[in-house]
């Protein structure tokens, strides 16, 4: 779909038209569940599914609805903007991203099983691979031959939305040096989920996952070999998941924001005919439409299929600087509207500790810098003699 | 990747083709070569391979070398 002001008013419509009930249901308890920390109820994963929602990007061959990836960004950005439980729209963007994964690297029996109901929403995935080491040197957690199968050992420290997941696909040391992939029923015998509490993003359901003695099927093999590839792709398409919806959830604060400049009187005037006040919303209106137009371009060149599926820079690039500039957003409104941001209106706060997970979530701000900078001195990809073609 | 060449930035080597290379690479440090290959001896998509400081976006191990040329790695790696 080309991009343009119709095209873009036209997603929005379709979001609230098909799903802004849906929205508005997750809404309603929103604040509460922020407070207690407990997980967004499964039901509203399985309406979404119902809906059409999760499905609308998956093939159409595995019961979706085939949407490319820029209007699906589009929808995961209004949902961002919609929906005050900011885990809603990551949990249930993720969801086809782990059933493609599955549909590439797995036998038809787990494509059945593990990715076509994620599209309909009849389960619900997630990704359990952080340990506390980086990708070479992992030894808390391996996947190891048992019996003409694998056995799963070992603890992951945190996976997204442990508590509400169906089952995981997990990364770990093939006890050789090599990742191997595998996914795992959180019901299976020996998985255990214990929760872990978050600063943000605190409906996500986080937990750690402990898996002891775990017998994997030889259908549930993602990859005996070379897990980090499969990992890395579904880390790109991540990090697209994690710009889209807070980026619409910023837009939506920024226009509380200068609803309530608006409304406010200093000093005997509107705090909206501050000079001042004034140019510090013309810096977060050019940090939204900046970042909006940067994740718009890695969407384009998605859907143009021209994206590195293992590392693009233009996705990673899109991560950066939404995240940053949502954070940034955020922290402006507190300087803007004082005290009324720290107790008058928890969505700010609650925002606030949400975008900070953007800074870690698939690769850290700091990661990201480093791997680009290292791409950018090497010059861009060109292809060179004896290159297959 | 440096840490399993023992931080020797620079390994001259004389190969015929970049499958040459890599492989004499890898005999020379073994802790490398399960990093570079996989188990099937395939390298890992996740290395990018530059000659001559140019990334090769599809590396063919028949690529024939010439004197002087320089390879590199690049390795985009994150967390969960």
Redesign the interface.
């Known amino acids: 779909m080309a991009l343009n002001t119709t095209s873009v008013e036209h997603v929005r419509r379709m979001v609230h038209d098909r799903w802004g009930s849906l929205v508005d249901e997750v809404n309603e308890a929103a604040a509460e569940r922020d407070e207690s920390g407990s997980p967004v109820p499964v039901r509203f994963y399985r309406a979404a599914g119902e809906l059409g929602l999760t499905g609308y990007t998956m093939p159409r061959q595995f019961g979706g609805e085939g949407g490319g990836p820029f209007v699906w960004g589009l929808i995961v950005e209004h949902l961002g903007y919609l929906c005050e439980d900011t885990a809603f729209p990551l949990v249930m963007s993720f969801q086809p991203e782990i059933a493609k994964i599955v549909i590439e690297y797995c036998a038809e029996p787990a494509v059945e099983r593990y990715a076509v109901p994620l599209g309909r929403g009849e389960r619900i995935g997630g990704l359990a691979y952080t340990e506390d080491a980086d990708a070479f040197s992992m030894s808390g957690t391996t996947i190891v031959a048992h019996d003409g199968g694998l056995v799963v050992r070992g603890r992951k420290s945190f996976s997204g939305p442990a508590r509400v997941s169906d089952h995981f696909i997990t990364f770990a040391s093939d006890g050789t040096g090599d990742l191997a992939g595998v996914l795992v029923d959180a019901a299976a015998p020996g998985v255990e989920v214990t929760p872990v509490d978050t600063i943000g993003y605190r409906s996500i359901g986080g937990g750690s996952v402990t898996f002891q003695e775990v017998v994997v099927p030889d259908v549930q093999i993602v990859s005996r070999t070379d897990g980090l590839t499969p990992l890395n792709q579904l880390l790109n398409a991540a990090r697209i998941t994690i710009a889209c919806g807070p980026l619409g959830r910023a837009q939506a604060l920024f226009e509380h924001c200068v609803e309530r400049l608006n409304q406010t009187v200093r000093q005997g005037a509107p705090l909206a005919e501050m000079p001042n006040v004034q140019a510090r919303v013309g810096r977060m209106y050019v940090a939204l439409e900046s970042a909006r137009a940067v994740l718009y371009q890695a969407l384009i060149r998605m859907d143009e299929g021209s994206v590195d599926p293992v590392f693009d820079p233009s996705i990673s690039v899109a991560k950066y600087l939404v995240t940053e500039k949502v954070n940034f957003v955020v922290d402006c409104a507190f300087r803007l509207m004082g005290g009324y941001s720290y107790y008058g209106d928890r969505r700010f706060g609650q925002a606030l500790r949400d975008f900070k997970g953007g800074m870690l979530a698939a690769g850290t701000q700091d990661l990201l810098e480093i791997n680009l900078g290292a791409l950018a001195l090497a010059g861009r990809p060109l292809r060179r003699k004896g290159a297959q073609s | 990747m440096l840490r399993?060449v023992d931080y020797d930035r620079e390994v001259e080597i004389r190969a015929a083709t970049?499958e040459e290379a890599l492989r004499e690479l890898a005999e020379r440090h073994p802790r490398l070569k399960?990093?570079l290959f996989?188990?099937?001896g395939?390298v890992?998509?996740?290395h990018?391979i530059?000659?001559n400081?140019?990334?090769?976006?599809?590396?063919?191990g028949?690529?024939?070398l010439a004197d002087d040329d320089c390879i590199?790695f690049?390795t985009?790696?994150?967390?969960?």
Do not use: Q, S, W
């Open positions: 399993f970049l399960a990093v996989d188990n099937t395939k890992r998509r996740a990018r530059r000659l400081g140019e990334v090769l976006t599809e590396p063919a028949n690529l024939p590199g690049l985009a790696i994150a967390g969960g």
